[in-house]
């Protein structure tokens, strides 16, 4: 496919399962797309995803993220938030005032951080439901179609959010600007929060929590820290509404590895630090504590080294 030179060209921060398969929908609508690594292997990437027996592939350019590549909007970030900050960092001056960033990923707090960096950014966040796994690096292969949900907090950042997803329900996936995304983060974080580390904890897959009374006893202690930190940064929440919500997940999503156990399988830092370590810190600035929240995330976090002086 030609690119279209009146679509955006996107650049994208990290095209693992999630990047990758949206370098690949953008491109399929006609989007000119680059991906942005901190220290590329080859200058182009040959992506590949097989959606049942269909299979699309491309080749992308790759540009290393401290080279002179401007401009840069819109950038899609989809690294995992554990590696956002290095990943991310060498961009920050070479994104001008006013340009687009869209965030993707698990967990909260880098757009906190991306917000104190460079208030001058249109920042975007959005959620997925999309299922995507990866055998090899380049190969992606779709688990589940979806939903993405796109928002933003200013009321032109929200008009931006609506134009990408204009564009991006063009690939004929179900795509939505919400009004209420930072809600639907929160509701995306406590489930993270209660299936996650505990998978990680007890090592099992999704559904084998819920066959655990300890470990459902667990996923409600989270959720009810969670709807209390919730309630106080003012998105309305209830430990029922939270715990249903991550049982109904865990059922779904029954045979999965979660991301957190597959990070600790294969020797990665964990997103720990952007789930219940951001309730920690949230419920900190509050005045309050979470024990449930705490204790995991530091059982967790003894599991991998992390750099000193981080949270
Ligand atoms: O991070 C994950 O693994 C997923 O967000 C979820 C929902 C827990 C399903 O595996």
Request: contains cysteine; hydrophobic residues 45%; glycine residues 6%.
């Amino acid at each position: 496919m030609i690119a279209d030179p009146t679509l955006s060209h996107w650049h994208i921060l990290g095209a693992g399962a999630i990047g990758g398969l949206w370098a690949l929908r953008l491109h399929s609508i006609g989007c000119r797309v680059t991906l942005v690594e901190r220290a590329p292997l080859s200058p182009e990437r040959h992506l590949q995803l097989t959606d049942n027996s269909h299979t699309s592939c491309h080749d992308f350019p790759v540009v290393a993220a401290n080279a002179a590549i401007l401009p840069l909007s819109p950038l899609l970030i989809t690294t995992k938030a554990s590696d956002t900050l290095a990943a991310l960092t060498p961009l920050l001056p070479r994104l001008n005032a006013g340009d687009t960033v869209l965030l993707l990923q698990n967990g909260m707090g880098i757009d906190d951080w991306l917000r104190q960096q460079r208030p001058d950014l249109q920042i975007l966040t959005a959620i997925t439901t999309d299922g995507v796994f990866r055998p090899t690096r380049d190969h992606l292969v779709m688990a589940g179609h979806g939903e993405t949900l796109i928002g933003g907090d200013t009321a032109v950042e929200q008009e931006a959010a609506l134009q990408i997803a204009r564009q991006w329900q063009k690939t004929g996936e179900a795509v939505q600007a919400v009004a209420d995304i930072q809600r639907r983060r929160w509701q995306k974080l406590a489930i993270n929060c209660a299936i996650n580390p505990l998978t990680t904890r007890y090592r099992c897959c999704n559904g084998a929590l819920l066959d655990m009374p300890e470990a459902l006893f667990a996923m409600q202690s989270i959720c009810a820290e969670v709807a209390v930190v919730m309630r106080l940064e003012g998105h309305p929440a209830s430990t029922a509404s939270l715990f249903d919500a991550a049982c109904a997940v865990a059922r779904q999503t029954g045979t999965n590895t979660s991301s957190m156990l597959a990070d600790v399988q294969a020797k990665r830092p964990t997103e720990i630090d952007f789930m219940n370590g951001h309730i920690v810190t949230m419920a900190r600035k509050h005045g309050i504590d979470t024990p449930a929240n705490a204790r995991i995330t530091a059982e967790v976090r003894a599991l991998h080294p992390h750099p000193a002086g981080s949270n």
